[in-house]
C-alpha cells in the first residue's frame, strides 16, 4: 500500500486549512469530512481530508466511485456564514479552478455540467476523468459546505479517463499541492466576497463540452431536450427546446 509523505500535511497546511487529515486509505474522504464539521464552524477555518485510495467513494446521487491506480480524492470543509442559496452554481466554479490549476495550457481538461471533469483524448467524444461533489451542512451552530473532488491521475477503469492520458502527469501530493489553494481561492471569490458565479461563467464555457450539442436530460424522471447554448448567470443549463429557451437547474445529463 501506499503511504502518505511525512511532510505532506504541514506543507498543505500553510494554504490556510486549520486541520489537514492525510490517509493511505479511508471508506470515504467526505464521510470523513463529516466529523470535522462541527469543529471547522467553530474555528471559522477551513479543513482538509485527502487519501490516496478510498474503499466507498461516491458521487452525485448516491453514485459509486470506481478508483483509479492512482487518483487525487480529496474533501474540503469551509464554516459557511451565508444562507445556503449563496452556494448555487459553485460546483462550476470549483471544476474552473481545479481545471485552470492542473492543465493551465493544453485544455485538455474539460467541464461537463453540472460537476464532471472530462479529457478530450482525441478519440471521440471527452471520457470522464473525475468529478466534484458538493454537500451541506445547515445545521444551527453547525453551518459547514464539503466540497469532495475525485481524480483519475493514472490508471483510469475501461469506461474512463486518467490524466496521464493525456500527458498531464502528477503524483496525489502534487495534484493536492496544486489543487487545494485554487480550491481556497474560488470559494472566497465566489462565496466570501459574494461574487457568485460571474468570474466564472465565461471560464467554464471556455472548457465546456456541452453547448453546441443536443443534450437531454432527466429532471426528476421527466425528458428535457434541447440544444445545449450554455449556462445562465446562476449556473443553470441553458437549452434551446421546440417549445423555447428551458433552464436546467438540476438533473442528469442522459445524452449529448
Given at each position: 500500500m501506499n503511504t502518505i509523505p511525512s511532510s505532506l500535511p504541514e506543507?498543505?497546511?500553510?494554504?490556510?486549512?486549520?486541520?489537514?487529515?492525510?490517509?493511505?486509505?479511508?471508506?470515504?474522504?467526505?464521510?470523513?469530512?463529516?466529523?470535522?464539521?462541527?469543529?471547522?464552524?467553530?474555528?471559522?477555518?477551513?479543513?482538509?481530508?485527502?487519501?490516496?485510495?478510498?474503499?466507498?467513494?461516491?458521487?452525485?446521487?448516491?453514485?459509486?466511485?470506481?478508483?483509479?491506480?492512482?487518483?487525487?480524492?480529496?474533501?474540503?470543509?469551509?464554516?459557511?456564514?451565508?444562507?445556503?442559496n449563496h452556494l448555487v452554481g459553485f460546483s462550476l466554479a470549483v471544476g474552473v479552478a481545479v481545471a485552470e490549476e492542473l492543465d493551465k495550457s493544453s485544455k485538455k481538461l474539460l467541464l461537463k455540467w453540472p460537476n464532471d471533469l472530462m479529457l478530450a483524448t482525441g478519440a471521440g467524444k471527452p471520457v470522464k476523468c473525475g468529478g466534484i461533489l458538493i454537500e451541506v451542512n445547515d445545521r444551527i451552530g453547525q453551518e459547514g459546505v464539503s466540497i469532495g473532488i475525485g481524480i483519475n491521475l493514472t490508471g483510469a477503469p475501461s469506461d474512463a479517463a486518467a490524466l496521464s492520458d493525456v500527458g498531464l502527469k502528477f503524483s496525489p501530493e502534487e495534484a493536492a499541492a496544486l489543487v487545494s489553494p485554487a480550491v481556497i481561492k474560488a470559494f472566497n471569490t465566489f462565496v466570501n466576497e459574494g461574487n457568485g458565479l460571474a468570474p466564472f461563467c465565461e471560464r467554464w464555457t471556455k472548457r465546456a463540452v456541452l453547448?453546441?450539442?443536443?443534450?437531454?436530460?432527466?429532471?426528476?424522471?421527466?425528458?428535457?431536450?434541447?440544444?445545449?447554448?450554455?449556462?445562465?448567470?446562476?449556473?443553470?443549463?441553458?437549452?434551446?427546446?421546440?417549445?423555447?429557451?428551458?433552464?436546467?437547474?438540476?438533473?442528469?445529463?442522459?445524452?449529448?
Amino acid at each position: 500500500m501506499n503511504t502518505i509523505p511525512s511532510s505532506l500535511p504541514e506543507t498543505l497546511s500553510r494554504y490556510g486549512f486549520g486541520i489537514v487529515c492525510c490517509y493511505a486509505e479511508v471508506g470515504s474522504t467526505m464521510y470523513s469530512a463529516k466529523e470535522l464539521i462541527p469543529e471547522v464552524s467553530s474555528s471559522k477555518k477551513p479543513a482538509l481530508v485527502m487519501a490516496l485510495s478510498q474503499t466507498k467513494g461516491r458521487g452525485r446521487q448516491g453514485r459509486s466511485w470506481i478508483a483509479a491506480q492512482s487518483g487525487l480524492y480529496v474533501t474540503y470543509v469551509f464554516p459557511l456564514n451565508k444562507p445556503v442559496n449563496h452556494l448555487v452554481g459553485f460546483s462550476l466554479a470549483v471544476g474552473v479552478a481545479v481545471a485552470e490549476e492542473l492543465d493551465k495550457s493544453s485544455k485538455k481538461l474539460l467541464l461537463k455540467w453540472p460537476n464532471d471533469l472530462m479529457l478530450a483524448t482525441g478519440a471521440g467524444k471527452p471520457v470522464k476523468c473525475g468529478g466534484i461533489l458538493i454537500e451541506v451542512n445547515d445545521r444551527i451552530g453547525q453551518e459547514g459546505v464539503s466540497i469532495g473532488i475525485g481524480i483519475n491521475l493514472t490508471g483510469a477503469p475501461s469506461d474512463a479517463a486518467a490524466l496521464s492520458d493525456v500527458g498531464l502527469k502528477f503524483s496525489p501530493e502534487e495534484a493536492a499541492a496544486l489543487v487545494s489553494p485554487a480550491v481556497i481561492k474560488a470559494f472566497n471569490t465566489f462565496v466570501n466576497e459574494g461574487n457568485g458565479l460571474a468570474p466564472f461563467c465565461e471560464r467554464w464555457t471556455k472548457r465546456a463540452v456541452l453547448p453546441g450539442r443536443t443534450v437531454e436530460i432527466d429532471i426528476g424522471g421527466r425528458t428535457v431536450s434541447g440544444k445545449c447554448t450554455g449556462i445562465s448567470a446562476n449556473g443553470a443549463l441553458l437549452l434551446a427546446t421546440d417549445k423555447g429557451e428551458y433552464q436546467a437547474t438540476s438533473g442528469h445529463i442522459i445524452s449529448w
